[in-house]
């Protein structure tokens, strides 16, 4: 059996094949008194679930050395960043954040589709603080845009005494029937982007990664077979394969960044782009990496 340490370097030694060989694994480690842990809020993408699909957040633990940093898998499949916030679950997760933890944002896949016919998780649409007002399950309820979910959020963790990480959203699948590689960033990577500016940015302790960029241009170098094959229910949910690739593809865009937590993971940059995962992806300096 392969121990902790050989999976968590299974990337940087470009290998391709870690996640279809583990076993289901354990959603994150326990918080600690003693180390700082990083809290995951987000959908199915990045939640810890069982069968043939798997989110990414399940994997992010091998990244990190469990003496220094624990992992907390909050996401739960479905949620927007309206859902988890009207279903008190970042106030959840802000009764264990401790000073010095971390906490990482990354919703958008439930976040569209219009309030015509409301779900509970379509956002008012906008990039402010425009509100829609709807009534969902029998009540009425004031609906506000994703940025800003995720800057209420986010401030009360920075009040808290975490630093916080908004990420953008992976892509679904981005190769076409037909073999076509496709895939342009949408709109929640630039709200993540805008939220994290808006808070302060890297100064207060707020970074914003380009995950669906990072995400997209491992999967172009995997190629339409591989991919196509671990898209194995829709076009947006991961197999145990390629949800490892997705959590490589997120530490990738954080060591390519400016935070100590970047800084911290047990793959270097230059292993990591080694691999087809690719390099790092340049944006205009003004943006808080």
């Known amino acids: 059996m392969k121990t902790v340490t050989s999976v968590a370097l299974g990337l940087a030694c470009g290998r391709l094949a870690i996640a279809a060989a583990l076993p289901a694994l354990s959603s994150a480690s326990s918080p600690s008194a003693t180390v700082p842990t990083i809290h ?9 679930m069982t069968g043939a699909i798997q ?3 399940q994997y992010l633990h091998y990244s990190f050395d469990p003496a220094k940093y624990a992992v907390v898998n909050s996401a739960i499949a ?3 960043a309206r859902s988890y916030t009207r279903e008190g679950r970042f106030a959840a997760v802000l009764k264990d954040v401790q000073p010095g933890d971390w906490v990482v944002i990354e919703f958008g896949h439930n976040d569209g589709g219009g309030l015509s016919k409301d779900n509970g998780r379509s956002d008012c649409y906008g990039a402010g603080n425009e509100t829609c007002q709807t009534t969902y399950d029998g009540k009425s309820e004031t609906v506000q845009t994703y940025p800003t979910y995720l800057k209420q959020a986010g401030a009360a963790f920075l009040a808290a005494g975490a630093k916080l990480i908004l990420s953008a959203p992976t892509p679904n699948d981005v190769w076409s029937d037909a073999g076509v590689y496709s895939w342009g960033p949408d709109r929640f990577a630039y709200y993540a982007m805008l939220a994290a500016e808006e808070l302060g ?3 207060a302790g707020v970074y914003f990664v380009p995950h669906g960029a990072y995400a997209a241009q491992a999967m172009k170098a995997l190629g339409a077979d591989v991919v196509h094959k671990n898209y194995p229910q829709d076009h947006t949910h991961t197999s145990p394969y390629l949800a490892d690739i997705m959590s490589g593809a997120f530490v990738l865009g954080l060591t390519c ?10 793959n270097s940059t230059a292993a990591l782009s080694a691999t087809f995962l690719g390099g790092c992806i340049a944006y205009n300096s003004t943006v808080p990496l």
């Open 78 to 80: 479905g949620r927007s």
């Open 257 to 266: 960044g400016t935070s100590e937590l970047g800084k911290s993971t047990l």
């Open 201 to 203: 940015g890297t100064k």
């Open 40 to 48: 995951l809020c987000g959908d199915s993408t990045m939640a810890s």
């Open 55 to 57: 989110g990414w957040g």
